[in-house]
Each structure stands twice: as structure tokens, then as C-alpha cells.
């Protein structure tokens, strides 16, 4: 028997639960990535003069949002300069030197999309924690990339969402919030699951401490059984597998690609700071052109990032250490 789209929605909570080792009542299904932050920013109470800090080298997901907080709320967005490849001790150490007592929120994506820099959440949690800052991470690159326990890592919001890494289709995506966390978060879209409801208008009173009083109606279950179908497929791997084997590409990958004349690496090379993205610029060749002619002519499917200008490789759980000799072979044959 199908199960029924109320079912099938609280079932790909738990599963999700169960794959960041959080509650299911600390999931709100969501659009996207993007759209779990934008319940945050436009969600939390704002003062003029309250703090953002974020980081240069952002998603504009992360900083268009706080573009218009400031437009809306006068706030102050503290957008602190970040290299592709930067130090874990540097960053821990500018945000340290930017809090001070109007700070609000530190936003910042856990992975960087631009050179895949896995950033120190779990050090900058602590600064955080200790300055009574709240913390929202954008884990579009880090959702079903590296190993998630979120309770752990005790951030109060984190947007992620179904595709990418985590293999679901595009159009859905979930946000964590910490359940302490649930009840400062206010709807600015409502539905039937924003109030509490008897009989009518005169009995309605605001769901405040139900998480889904952020989502609204009438989505497309087919979607969320994709990415239920996405999580079971992953539970397939042990705990960490899919982190380690992608950091072991991307080590393979970035030793190859540095012994060609030529190749500049973006990424950090080793440290926490490494991820499965590796972005690298080749002499003589604009990004784009790169990727068109690698796909062409090798049917290697990269993209091109700009600020700084390279094309990123993105290694998952199921590519090869053939696949990236492929890669580095072409790039070879391909330096001007």
C-alpha cells in the first residue's frame, strides 16, 4: 500500500534525522538550500546596529541575503576577507577580532564552493558559543560530502540541500534548526501550519514552537520520495566513507595536477581545510573554455568558477582514481 503524502514527508524526516544525528522535529523540508537560509535571516529578530559576519569569498546565497537585511533592518554585514586556500588558525582569529557586542549571527558556508576550503566550523563554534553569537552554515557543499553529526557540532541552523552530493532530485532541500532555537525563528510565509486552529479565526494561536509552521502546502511528493529513495542510498556506505574516499581523490588529484607545467592549484593542498572540491587555473586557458573543451573533447564534466577564476573538480563517492588520472592526463595534452 502507497504511503500517503503526510507519511511519506514524516518518513524523510526521520530518515534525514537519522543521517545528520538530529531530531525529526528539527527538520523543515524546504525548497532548497537557499530558501532554509532565507527563513533564518528573515525569520530572527533585528535591531539597527546588529552584527552579520560572513566571509569574501561566499555563495551570493549567503551574501545577497545579507544584503537586504541591511536594506531592510539596517544591520551592519561584516564581510571579512578570505583566501581560497586560508589557514584554519587565520580565520578562527579574524572572526575572533570582529565580534563584538551588536554581533548576531556568523553565516558562512561550511565548505566553499569557489575552492572547496572546508571551513573550521566546529573551532568557530566554540568562539560563537562563548560570545553568545548565533551560527548558520550553508551546507549545500557539505551535505552527503563530509560526515555530518550536527548535534555535535552544536550549530543552531544549517540549510542544505536534496541534489548535489547528497544524489536526491533538485527542488527539495531541509533546514535544521536546534530545537532551543525554534521558537526565535518567526514564519514570514504561513500556512494552516503556522497556528494552532479550533473552529475558526477566533480560536487560531501561533504554532511557535512547531518547526513546520515554516513550511506551507501542496508540494511534489514525488520529489521527496526521490530524496527518501537518494538517503537510503547513501545509508549503503559506512559512517565516513563517502568523506574519506573523496579527500583520497582529491589528494590524487591534486599531486597530479601540480606536476603539470603550468596547472596553478586554488585548493588548499592539505590540512582540515581539504574537501573533495579541488579548483585549479591552467596557463592559457580562460575557465570556461577549459571546461567546454575538456567536455568535448575528454567527456570530462567540470565547472568553471569565478573570484578566483578556475574550474573546480567535484569528487564523490562514486568516482575512481581513473577517473582522475583521466582528468589529469587531459589537462596535459591540453597546456598552452
Known amino acids: 500500500m502507497l ?4 507519511e511519506l514527508r514524516q518518513g524523510l524526516r526521520e530518515s534525514l534525522a537519522a543521517f545528520l544525528n ?3 522535529e528539527e527538520l523543515a523540508l524546504t525548497q532548497n538550500t537557499t530558501e532554509g537560509q532565507n527563513m533564518v535571516i528573515n525569520g530572527l529578530a533585528w535591531q539597527p546596529g546588529d552584527e552579520v559576519i560572513t566571509f569574501s569569498l561566499e555563495h551570493n546565497s549567503v551574501l545577497v541575503p545579507c544584503y537586504y537585511l541591511e536594506r531592510r533592518h539596517d544591520t551592519v554585514t561584516k564581510v571579512l576577507p578570505l583566501e581560497p586556500d586560508e589557514d584554519h588558525d587565520s580565520i578562527v582569529a579574524k572572526v575572533e577580532a570582529a565580534i563584538t557586542p551588536r554581533t ?3 553565516f ?3 565548505v566553499q564552493f569557489k575552492s572547496g576550503l572546508r571551513m573550521p566550523a566546529e573551532r568557530l563554534r566554540e568562539v560563537t558559543r562563548q560570545h553568545g553569537v548565533l551560527m548558520l552554515l550553508d551546507g549545500a557543499q557539505g551535505t552527503g560530502h563530509v560526515q555530518l553529526d550536527l548535534h555535535a557540532l552544536g550549530v543552531d541552523f544549517y540549510a542544505m540541500p536534496g541534489h548535489k552530493w547528497m544524489l536526491g532530485p533538485d527542488g527539495v532541500g531541509a533546514l535544521y534548526i ?3 532555537m525554534i ?4 514564519p514570514m510565509k504561513v500556512s494552516g501550519h503556522a497556528v494552532h486552529s479550533g473552529h475558526g479565526w477566533e480560536d487560531f494561536e501561533p504554532n511557535i514552537s512547531d518547526i513546520q509552521k515554516l513550511e506551507l502546502t501542496t508540494t511534489n511528493d514525488g520529489l521527496w520520495a526521490g530524496l527518501l529513495a537518494a538517503i537510503r542510498f547513501r545509508d549503503q556506505l559506512r559512517p565516513g566513507e563517502a568523506e574519506e574516499h573523496s579527500l583520497s581523490l582529491a589528494s590524487r588529484a591534486k599531486a597530479a595536477l601540480a606536476a603539470v607545467p603550468g596547472v596553478s592549484i586554488t585548493s588548499p593542498l592539505e590540512g582540515p581545510g581539504c574537501s573533495g572540491l579541488v ?3 591552467v596557463e592559457g586557458w580562460e575557465p570556461r573554455e577549459l571546461v567546454n573543451a575538456l567536455e568535448a573533447e575528454h567527456s570530462v564534466s567540470i565547472r568553471a568558477v569565478s573570484d578566483p577564476s578556475c574550474v573546480r573538480m567535484s569528487l564523490a563517492f562514486f568516482n ?3 577517473e582522475v588520472d583521466q582528468v589529469a592526463d587531459a589537462v596535459r595534452g591540453m597546456v598552452r
Open 108 to 110: 558562512m558556508s561550511h
Open 104 to 106: 548576531k549571527l556568523l
Open 3 to 6: 504511503a500517503s503524502g503526510r
Open 320 to 322: 575512481t582514481p581513473e
Open 178 to 180: 536546534r530545537q532551543e
Open 22 to 24: 538530529v531530531s525529526a
Open 183 to 186: 521558537e526565535q525563528v518567526t
Open 279 to 281: 579548483t585549479f587555473s
